[in-house]
């Protein structure tokens, strides 16, 4: 239940959207991603203690800290301020320094340890704690193992406080601090100022667009030669998400200028470079990140292998009149183009099947198990996605498998069970 008073903060015409004040008690906290429900009493609001909500690492009992963010109506628990954005800030009184001393945050300080620290060096307390820790051992009770616990404890919080303010300033959201901080820890500061664009490749959920804003949040130049290799890097990207390995240089330019408000020739300048040093591959015009470059190679030459492979030598007139009486059971009347793919497949390594929705395809698969089902034969099926391993299993009738399942891939070392070594057990895939 709200109070009368409470609720008048709310409905005043421009409700309050920042408030500088202490944390005086967290109700919820997921340890996960540090989201957390508490109290909130504002120090400029009427003493009417306030409830908030956010992504909030930072966030401790008696943590005093400035806040900004949007006011939110949830249908069960009222009013409540959504945090976009915070600066921890140090308390101010003594009390708020006991408390925050005392919230559990610094390993070796409890309510009573916070309370003979102020009690001894009072508004003193954060300089002591900074510029010369060994005095606590003139606090009654700290030993030398518990001042070695507070010192170290002080000096990893001071690392993360520093990082956390440091982003905040620079409008990067809470949510996005915590997975910077915990990717990069204490080097985060030294590898934003380096280049802030490693974000996209490192974190996942921050992609080239987050990266840039952050970076340009951080002073980067509009024709920085890291934002411009990100930028490239992107639009490649972006094209596999449309089904393309690679882009042609002149829409590659022309798409990364676009994209970076910025002339081709720089553009132009950056990609030599990267083709230099094998970021990137140009093939006749036809422009490639490296990784996918080596995957299409790979996948061709190990094609043509295939092919060229020797086979089994079968009978295949001799197996099409055996199959005959199985066809007509069926009722299955097969094209001429048809009944030349089944051929193929009993006398080829690799076949591939193309045709539009109506046109047979399906019809083929079926014959081509069912040929190899007669003969014997262990037949697997599968395919890319798990949407189209179930209509392959709905079409014939059988058992499939997305391709990551069929080659039991191991997501703890990221690779598959199955492999030119280890193959599958299979006639027929």
Avoid at 112 to 129: C, D, M, R
Avoid at 339 to 362: C, F
Wanted: charged residues 25%; hydrophobic residues 40%.
């Amino acid at each position: 239940m709200h109070s009368a008073k409470q609720q008048n903060i709310f409905q005043q015409p421009a409700a309050a959207k920042e408030f500088t004040g202490t944390i005086e008690r967290i109700t919820y906290r997921n340890e996960e991603n540090n989201y957390i429900v508490a109290r909130f009493l504002p120090e400029d609001a009427g003493k009417e203690v306030i409830t908030i909500v956010g992504t909030l690492p930072a966030a401790v009992t008696g943590e005093r800290m400035q806040i900004t963010g949007e006011w939110q109506k949830h249908n069960k628990f009222g009013y409540q301020f959504q945090v976009k954005k915070l600066t921890v800030l140090l308390p101010v009184t003594k009390k708020g320094i006991e408390n925050y001393l005392g919230s559990g945050l610094i390993k070796g300080i409890g309510p009573a340890y916070a309370q003979k620290i102020v009690h001894k060096f009072g508004f003193e307390t954060f300089n002591v704690l900074d510029h010369d820790p060994d005095r606590l051992s003139e606090v009654e009770g700290i030993g030398e193992k518990r001042l070695n616990m507070i010192k170290q404890a002080w000096k990893s919080q001071s690392a993360v406080r520093e990082i956390m303010v440091f982003l905040a300033e620079r409008g990067i959201s809470s949510t996005y601090a915590l997975k910077i901080f915990k990717e990069y820890g204490n080097q985060t500061l030294s590898v934003l100022k380096q280049n802030p664009y490693r974000l996209a490749d490192d974190i996942f959920g921050i992609g080239f667009l987050t990266a840039d804003k952050i970076a340009r949040n951080l002073g980067v130049d509009e024709d920085e030669p890291a934002r411009i290799e990100a930028g490239i890097k992107y639009v490649l990207t972006r094209a596999t998400e449309q089904g393309h390995l690679f882009l042609p240089e002149v829409e590659l330019f022309r798409a990364s200028s676009d994209l970076l408000n910025i002339p081709k020739q720089k553009v132009t300048i950056v990609c030599e470079e990267l083709y230099r040093v094998s970021h990137l591959v140009n093939d006749n015009g036809a422009v490639y990140l490296n990784l996918l470059y080596n995957v299409e190679k790979g996948l061709a030459e190990r094609l043509i292998q295939l092919k060229k492979a020797p086979v089994t030598l079968l009978n295949t007139e001799k197996i099409w009149r055996d199959t005959e009486k199985l066809r007509r059971l069926q009722g299955v009347e097969y094209s001429s183009r048809q009944k030349e793919a089944l051929i193929e497949a009993l006398k080829e390594k690799l076949l591939v099947i193309t045709g539009g929705p109506g046109t047979g395809k399906t019809t083929i698969v079926k014959g081509i198990i069912q040929i190899f089902e007669y003969l014997g034969r262990r037949v697997f099926l599968t395919a890319p996605t798990g949407r189209a391993a179930k209509r392959l299993a709905e079409s014939t009738g059988r058992r499939a498998q997305t391709i990551h399942r069929l080659l039991e891939f191991d997501p703890a070392v990221k690779q598959f069970k199955h492999n030119q070594k280890y193959p599958l057990r299979a006639d027929m895939v």
